[in-house]
């Protein structure tokens, strides 16, 4: 995985809290994606984003979802309110300029 | 738009068989394109890349994948599968927004 850690690996919230998901790629590794798998599916872009600008969010639900990449610590997947249908696993990727993409362990949100 | 289709949800070959899982794209210029890996609850592993040059590249675990832009496709292969080769297959394209297809389940008969 190039060392890109992804906390927690589980995560159980109940309906109407908030879900916040962090990634953290190696140095140097400025591109951070966000991706949503659901069973039997493939995964889903959800947000593009380099240090401190978000690239490309045409993945995000328009609500309740955001994302960051401060310029200093890891990239935050916020949701917020969440409902049963967020339960999915949530990975992210990094890069560095002008090479592939490595990707975390995941985040699993189940939704109680 | 950007696409993906891996056409076969899931694939079962005998152990030592050939293996091809297929891959067809559809992008607006010369594509980055990947093969990954994901093992069940775990991350995602790149097994090659195609970014220029050859169009036959080989990648790890003895996977090779041949970059044919006239067919627009990126079929994965390999000559002998194991049995610890089960595993879910992604192609993606892209450059700077990654797009992955459904995901190809392989299964492996003893």
């Known amino acids: 995985n190039a060392g890109v850690m992804q906390n927690p690996r589980h995560l159980v919230r109940r309906r109407g809290q908030e879900a916040r998901l962090r990634c953290s790629p190696m140095?140097?590794?400025?591109?951070v994606y966000w991706y949503r798998q659901l069973p039997e599916e493939g995964l889903k872009f959800m947000v593009y984003l380099q240090k401190e600008n978000i690239i490309d969010e045409s993945g995000m639900p328009k609500e309740r979802f955001s994302a960051e990449f401060p310029k200093e610590g890891p990239s935050i997947l916020r949701i917020q309110q969440v409902v049963r249908g967020d339960s999915a696993a949530y990975f992210c990727?990094?890069?560095?300029?002008?090479?592939?993409?490595?990707f975390g362990q995941g985040t699993r949100l189940t939704v109680v | 738009a950007q696409s993906v289709t891996q056409p076969d949800i899931h694939i079962t070959v005998s152990e030592g068989a050939s293996l091809e899982l297929r891959c067809n794209y559809s992008y607006g210029a010369t594509p980055y394109l990947f093969w990954y890996v994901q093992s069940p609850g775990q991350g995602l592993q790149l097994l090659l890349k195609?970014?220029?040059?050859?169009?036959l590249v080989q990648g790890i675990k003895g996977f090779e994948a041949e970059f044919k832009r006239s067919q627009s496709s990126f079929n994965l292969r390999k000559p002998s599968v194991h049995w610890s080769d089960a595993a879910e297959y992604f192609c993606a394209v892209g450059d700077d927004k990654i797009i992955f297809g459904k995901g190809t389940r392989l299964h492996i008969l003893p």
């Open positions: 990727a990094a890069r560095g300029l002008n090479t592939e993409a490595f």
């Open positions: 195609y970014f220029s040059g050859d169009t």
């Open positions: 140095k140097g590794h400025s591109h």
